[in-house]
């Protein structure tokens, strides 16, 4: 890390600890359920929290535990601990401290539940040295620690939380249809790489998915096959549904993908889009649903914004702000009416108390 970690508020803390476990334990169903359901024996999966036993510790006891067999001279030599100590904003004793709570966390897991392998990213290399330290000085047996390349961008940049461009687990942080186009969109360089880190592909099919993709590669195949399995193992076979409905919706103009979207999807495809709750009245007008959604200026300009062709109604332009409604045209079947005005600038529009005429309604 480059600075402080920056302190969170205990309630804050305990709801990120939630939110892990639920992603942590969604993940392991998920992998359960696509490639063990024909009864082979998964082994045991467990999740807990260090703050379970790091809360009870007092200091003067965790210091004599562990203070004693962690050397200053080891840590003070550590690259990551050179660089924030000649940094302008130093490093402060509770960041110098945290190899020694991560190593105490592997002798506790050792010591409770037999744990003999720390696996971590790369930049974890020093705290899991400290951890292998620890434990063979306290216990004397042999333990492993294992790193894993960083997940970089492609301009060689670290992917993740601390960086701020990290891909969640959790649905409320990162929707189906936001992972789907995060890995479909990896270009040819890292694309195979990927499919062998994130996947449980068989690497023969792996190097097939490439040999077809040199043949065909205006298909990007890869790409997503490797989309389709992180988000299946990540969200579940409905997850992925999802991000191919919301893809159909968005990119293809796909009316049938649109009206079977549910509200949840409409607001995570549009994040950033106002979500309004209309109610239906017969003779409602273009024009009408555009200024009650504040999509649209009052006046003659707002009026002029549709005549010129600046606003589609379920990707369907509409040019006569006069025109009145229709259920099943500007309306789904799913209660739905998703507007935008320019380029950009969507309007989602839920319709209340629907009455049925209107339903059944064909009136052009």
């Known amino acids: 890390r480059t600075k402080e970690r920056e302190p969170l508020p205990e309630e804050r803390v305990r709801q990120n600890g939630r939110g892990l476990r639920e992603g942590l334990q969604r993940l392991f169903d998920h992998h359960r359920q696509l490639f063990w359901a024909d009864g082979a024996r998964l082994g045991k999966f467990s999740l807990l929290d260090n703050a379970d036993w790091l809360e009870r510790e007092p200091v003067v006891?965790?210091?004599?535990?562990?203070?004693?067999?962690?050397?200053?001279?080891?840590?003070?030599?550590?690259?990551?601990?050179k660089a924030r100590l000649s940094s302008p904003g130093g490093m402060g004793l509770a960041e110098f401290l945290y190899p020694a709570l991560q190593a105490y966390d592997f002798l506790h897991l050792h010591r409770h539940y037999g744990c003999r392998v720390q696996l971590g990213g790369a930049d974890q290399m020093g705290n899991i040295m400290s951890g292998y330290d620890l434990v063979s000085k306290v216990t004397g047996e042999d333990v492993f620690g294992i790193t894993v390349p960083l997940i970089t961008s492609t301009a060689g940049n670290k992917v993740g939380k601390s960086a701020g461009n990290a891909v969640w687990l959790n649905r409320n942080k990162t929707s189906p249809f936001e992972l789907y186009q995060f890995f479909v969109r990896q270009p040819d360089s890292i694309v195979k790489r990927y499919l062998q880190l994130f996947t449980f592909l068989p690497l023969p099919e792996i190097?097939?998915?490439?040999?077809?993709?040199?043949?065909?590669?205006?298909?990007?195949?890869?790409?997503?096959?490797?989309?389709?399995?992180?988000?299946?193992?990540?969200?579940?076979?409905?997850?992925?549904?999802?991000?191919?409905?919301?893809?159909?919706?968005?990119?293809?103009?796909?009316?049938?993908?649109?009206?079977?979207?549910?509200?949840?999807?409409?607001?995570?495809?549009?994040?950033?889009?106002?979500?309004?709750?209309?109610?239906?009245?017969?003779?409602?007008?273009?024009?009408?649903l555009c200024r009650k959604?504040?999509?649209?200026?009052?006046?003659?300009?707002?009026?002029?914004?549709?005549?010129?062709?600046?606003?589609?109604?379920?990707?369907i332009q509409v040019t006569n702000p006069d025109a009145v409604l229709i259920v099943g045209q500007h309306i789904l079947s799913n209660g739905l009416s998703l507007l935008r005005v320019g380029k950009r600038n969507y309007y989602i529009i839920k319709w209340i108390q629907l009455l049925h005429e209107e339903e059944t309604r064909v009136t052009p």
């Not at 535990?65 to 001279?73: E, N, W, Y």
């Not at 399995?229 to 796909?254: D, F, I, P, Q």
């Not at 959604?293 to 990707?315: E, F, L, M, R, W």
């Open 61 to 81: 006891g965790f210091l004599g535990a562990v203070g004693g067999h962690l050397r200053m001279g080891t840590l003070l030599s550590r690259e990551s601990c």
């Open 207 to 288: 190097n097939h998915i490439m040999e077809m993709h040199a043949q065909e590669p205006e298909k990007w195949g890869p790409q997503k096959r490797l989309a389709a399995e992180v988000t299946k193992l990540v969200h579940g076979k409905e997850g992925l549904e999802s991000a191919k409905r919301c893809t159909r919706a968005l990119y293809y103009s796909n009316i049938e993908a649109l009206e079977s979207m549910s509200d949840l999807e409409l607001q995570e495809l549009f994040r950033e889009a106002p979500y309004v709750e209309m109610l239906f009245e017969p003779g409602t007008t273009v024009l009408d």
């Open 293 to 315: 959604a504040g999509a649209v200026a009052a006046g003659p300009k707002g009026y002029s914004d549709i005549t010129n062709g600046g606003v589609h109604i379920n990707h």
